[in-house]
Each structure stands twice: as structure tokens, then as C-alpha cells.
């Protein structure tokens, strides 16, 4: 079997702990056991809300795992780029095909794909990796500790392992690395040997990296250390944030904020007394004012800028950045048409190139390793061929299914049935014999009229159906009609 590239390791610089000595503000910090005392002593700039307003939006910042914790749970853009694209990535899964046609069998007569599937539903892979990715577009790398039964302890290298039976995913945030390959003449030189894995109350594990797939897809300069997602955007970001946040402070204050007008005698003292005296003016139904003192209520329309001329080019920015349309990370809005095709397009263009940029550290290097200790047989080459994400709206598949059949309709004017067949991947007319093909009864062929303008209903390409101009014909007449919709529409999904 070609082995494919196992893993380029990445990890992030050294992790701090809650132990160390103090730094100055804006020091990396990234393990569970380090506080939020960072945070709220320099103020992030997406933590804006809760910090003076002078600690926002700086551009250059230190990003720490506190912060892309908090901005995954509390900012929109953050958790679509991060939690929401790793669920897309796995959503419709794969299948798994050999390369060349092997003599071997598999276990209980199944196909390679049969088999492979039914041990990773067994072992939850599509969430583990899915929650794996989630953590590696968060922090820039995460892993999956697989389980392997053999005769060593897991610190040590796997030895005669028969069998995976679990796995589990970490963050960078439960994970240090305790030793590097120090030899200058290995292979691995300057990555991790072994992982050190805080389990929560006081329990730790260390794992050897051959039990180990280490996921990180954005390596920069550091050989092993990935690059969060959101690192590219981070700046624009937390702008876009703090704008939404003036925004509402805005729409909070200027709709209802009040002007008085005092004495031009009164003293500051007088000034402050009087508006003490007011209390909490949001909490007031009644507001009672002498003859010498008047109010006015200021609104914000004609005097503020509308937001949408900043937060557009701060969104195409983040688009640029994250790779994704803009209508993606806005959502498009129910009866929104035009372009929307090419967004989704786009977009799951993007998932694709995402899912081959994720298969050799995730799914392919998990099967390759069931295949190596003989868990999945046969040991063969295979290809993963992920679903496809994008799907065509009910009207514009059928109206292709359409065009397809006039199309089939007009080359048999200078082509044969079986040239057209094989065009559209279909057994020529000549396989079919006695009514019998691949041991399924069809209905036997009958003589192909020559084609005739205006007439599209015989059944010029499948002898043992109608053809699904015919059904769309029907369809069409019939629109309307309950009963023979629901049946007519089950036959097009069926065909």
C-alpha cells in the first residue's frame, strides 16, 4: 500500500501556566491552567464590552487562547468560521475506494467501504473529527489520542497493536508537549515525542506520538506550531465588534437622550445637584420639571451615520480573509436570488479544498493505520471521494434533467442509442439479453423509433423505464393535483 503523508505536527509556543512567574501584559498564554487575569488587565480588544472604552479595537494585539475562546463563544463571525465550517466539512462524510481491484475479500463479504464505515461509526469518528477540526481552527492545532489494545504503556511506542477501540480529541488547552526529538539526524528532529494531557482534577496522562494524529493544516514559520483561523481576520474582527457595540450604544442613548435646559445662573454644584436629583432617567415614566428649567428629547436620525458604511468594508475584509463569500457570513435572506448560486458555490468549493487539506491528518490517516495493524482488510490503495455539499434547487435540477433528455433526443439523429447511453454512463442496448442484465429482470428492449421532430416521449434511451422527459411532461400537466404530485416527485428523486 503507497502510505500517504502521516502528519506535519504543529504546536503552539511554550505554554504558560497558572505557576509561573508574572509577565508583562499581553505574554502568550495558552493552557487551561492560565486565568483570564490577561484579559482583564491590558482589555482585548474583542472584550470591549466589558472593559473601559479605551482598551478596544487595537490593531497588532497579542491573541491569546482566552481570547479566541471567548471570541468563538461570543462573536458570530468567530463561531461560523470556526464551529460551523468544521460541521460542514464532515456533515455529508465520504466514501472509501479501491484504487485497483484487489483479489483479497473483506470481513463478512463486505465492500471496503462497508467496512471501513462500520468501524468508524463504531468508533464515533465523524464527531470526534469534527470537534478536532473545530479545536485546530480554533488554537491552530488540536489531536486524537487513538486507542490502540497492544502490549505497551502509552508513553511508550505502540507495539503488535491488534486493534483500535476509541479515540478521543484534545485542545491545546488540555495539552502540552513534555519532549521533542532532539536528534539532528531523525526524521522527526525538533517535533513532539511525547504529549503531556491534563485530564482535569489533578489527573495527567503522557502519550507516545505514534498513539497521536496531530491535526494542523495552517503551518507558518514555526515547524509545528498552526496558525488559529482567526488570526488573519483578528484585527478586522474586533473592529467590526466594537462598531456593532458603538452602534448600539448609539441606538441606545440617542433615540432617548434628553437636553435641559437650566438657569444661566446656576453654579456647576447646581448643575450636578439637579441631575442627581433625577435618579436613573431610563427608569422614569413621569419627569416633573419647574417653569425656569426646560427638556428636549434628541434623536439619532439625520445626525448619525448610517453603520452600514463602515461594516461593509470591514465584512469584505473578513471575506477576503476567511476565503468566504460574504453573503455566506451575513446569511442570505429568505427570496435573496440573484448571486446566491454562485456564493453556494464558492463557498463549498472552499469546504472542498478545507476537507483534502484535512484528510491525511484526520480520516486518512486513521484508516491508513487500521489497514497497517488489520483492522480493515484488504491492505489495498483506496481514495477518499468526499459528497458533494452543493445541491442544485428542485426547479433548476429538473430543468437540467430537461435539457439533458432533448439534448439525448437530438444526437440520435447522428449518433447510436449505445454512444448516447455511454455518454450518460448507462449499459448499451446490446448487454441486455433475454430481458436479463446483471442478474436484475427488465423489461425486454423494444425497437428504438427513429427520432422525430416534435416527438420526445418514446423511450429512446431507457428501454426498461419511461424516460424522464416523459415524467417531466407529466409532472408538469398534472401540477397541482396532490395525489399524482407526491408520486410523481418520489419518481424523479427515485430515477
Known amino acids: 500500500m503507497t502510505k500517504r503523508p502521516r502528519i506535519d505536527l504543529a504546536h503552539p509556543p511554550r505554554v504558560r501556566t497558572a505557576t509561573d512567574a508574572p509577565v508583562s501584559p499581553g505574554g502568550a498564554v495558552s493552557a487551561r491552567a492560565a486565568s483570564d487575569s490577561a484579559i482583564l488587565a491590558t482589555g482585548a480588544a474583542l472584550d470591549i464590552p466589558r472593559t473601559p472604552l479605551s482598551k478596544g479595537a487595537k490593531f497588532g494585539e497579542t491573541i491569546t487562547a482566552q481570547a479566541l475562546t471567548f471570541a468563538v463563544r461570543r462573536e458570530p463571525v468567530a463561531k461560523k468560521l470556526v464551529m460551523d465550517i468544521a460541521e460542514d466539512l464532515f456533515d455529508k462524510w465520504f466514501t472509501v475506494d479501491e484504487i485497483a481491484k484487489s483479489e483479497q475479500q473483506t470481513q463478512s463479504g463486505k465492500t471496503l467501504d462497508e467496512n471501513v464505515q462500520t468501524i468508524l461509526e463504531n468508533l464515533n469518528a465523524k464527531s470526534i473529527f469534527t470537534r478536532a477540526v473545530q479545536h485546530e481552527r480554533r488554537y491552530g492545532w488540536s489531536i486524537v489520542v487513538l486507542g490502540f489494545k497492544d502490549n505497551a504503556k502509552l508513553e511508550e511506542e505502540t507495539k503488535n497493536p491488534t486493534e483500535i477501540d476509541h479515540l478521543a480529541t484534545y485542545s491545546p488547552r488540555a495539552v502540552t508537549v513534555e519532549k521533542e526529538d532532539e536528534d539532528p539526524k531523525s526524521e522527526r528532529f525538533g517535533l513532539p515525542l511525547i504529549y503531556k494531557i491534563d485530564r482535569g482534577k489533578n489527573q495527567s496522562i503522557r502519550v507516545h506520538y505514534t498513539r497521536v494524529l496531530h491535526i494542523a493544516t495552517r503551518l507558518d514559520e514555526h515547524p509545528w506550531a498552526g496558525v488559529p483561523v482567526l488570526e488573519t481576520i483578528w484585527d478586522d474582527m474586533t473592529v467590526y465588534r466594537n462598531m456593532r457595540w458603538a452602534a448600539g450604544q448609539v441606538y441606545w442613548r ?152 432533448q439534448a439525448a433526443a437530438n444526437e440520435l439523429k447522428f449518433m447510436t442509442v449505445d454512444e448516447v447511453r455511454a455518454k450518460r454512463n448507462l449499459k448499451p442496448l446490446s448487454e441486455v439479453t433475454n430481458g436479463k442484465t446483471d442478474g436484475q429482470v427488465l423489461r425486454a428492449p423494444q425497437p428504438v423509433a427513429p427520432f422525430q421532430a416534435g416527438n420526445l416521449s418514446a423511450d429512446l434511451l431507457l428501454p426498461e423505464s419511461q424516460s424522464i422527459l416523459r415524467r417531466f411532461v407529466d409532472y408538469v400537466r398534472h401540477f397541482g393535483k396532490s395525489d399524482f404530485e407526491a408520486d410523481a416527485a418520489e419518481a424523479f428523486r427515485n430515477e
Do not use: C
Open 254 to 405: 440617542m433615540p432617548g437622550l434628553m437636553v435641559f435646559t437650566l438657569p444661566k445662573d446656576y453654579t456647576p454644584t447646581e448643575v450636578q445637584n439637579f441631575l442627581t436629583s433625577l435618579g436613573d432617567p431610563n427608569a422614569r415614566t413621569v419627569l416633573a420639571l419647574p417653569s425656569d428649567k426646560t427638556m428636549e428629547i434628541l434623536g439619532a436620525e439625520g445626525k448619525v451615520l448610517s453603520p452600514e458604511k463602515f461594516t461593509n468594508p470591514i465584512l469584505r475584509s473578513i471575506s477576503m480573509g476567511a476565503g468566504i463569500p460574504k453573503t455566506k457570513l451575513e446569511g442570505t435572506e429568505a427570496g435573496t436570488i440573484t448571486g446566491s448560486e454562485v456564493n453556494q458555490r464558492e463557498y463549498y468549493k472552499y469546504l472542498s479544498d478545507q476537507q483534502k487539506g484535512y484528510e491525511n491528518q484526520t480520516v486518512g490517516a486513521l484508516i491508513d493505520l487500521l489497514m497497517e495493524i488489520g483492522q480493515v482488510k484488504p491492505n489495498v490503495d483506496y481514495k477518499i471521494t468526499w459528497a458533494n455539499s452543493f445541491q442544485l434547487d428542485t426547479a433548476t435540477e429538473k430543468a437540467a434533467q430537461l435539457a439533458d433528455a
